[in-house]
Nanobody, 126 residues
């Protein structure tokens, strides 16, 4: 059974950094697309960054390009996102997710992802 557990959230001031981790278990194949998503109160869940685990190819939302970096440790089956130059508008619950079918990433649409963690809160104050 696929399980995803996020960690690393917290409260920081604008301009600060956080690194989120997602520990994945229940599978070992690397041929999946995984990503980070976020949802602020009153807003829809949105894709932040995705990565094809096998190749490392990445895609980012325009709002985080140049500030966030998604990466993975295949040996540890762990997904990361390094978040720098954080802004108050980055405040949200952040979720890790994985698509159920094999293949590279082609979208940041949360509806294309099937397995989700419970999330970790990120709060950025001005």
């Amino acid at each position: 059974q696929v399980q995803l557990v996020e960690s690393g959230g917290g409260s920081v001031q604008a301009g600060g950094s956080l690194r989120l981790s997602c520990a994945a278990s229940g599978y070992s194949d690397s041929g999946y697309c995984m990503g980070w998503f976020r949802q602020a109160p009153g807003k829809e869940r949105e894709g932040v960054a995705v990565i094809y685990i096998r190749s490392g190819n990445t895609y980012y939302a325009d709002s985080v390009k140049g500030r966030f970096t998604i990466s993975r440790d295949n040996a540890e089956n762990t997904l990361f996102v390094q978040m720098n130059s954080l802004k108050p508008e980055d405040t949200a619950m952040y979720y890790c997710a994985r698509r159920s079918r094999f293949g590279p990433c082609y979208t940041l649409n949360p509806r294309e992802f099937d397995y989700w963690g419970l999330g970790t809160q990120v709060t950025v104050s001005s």
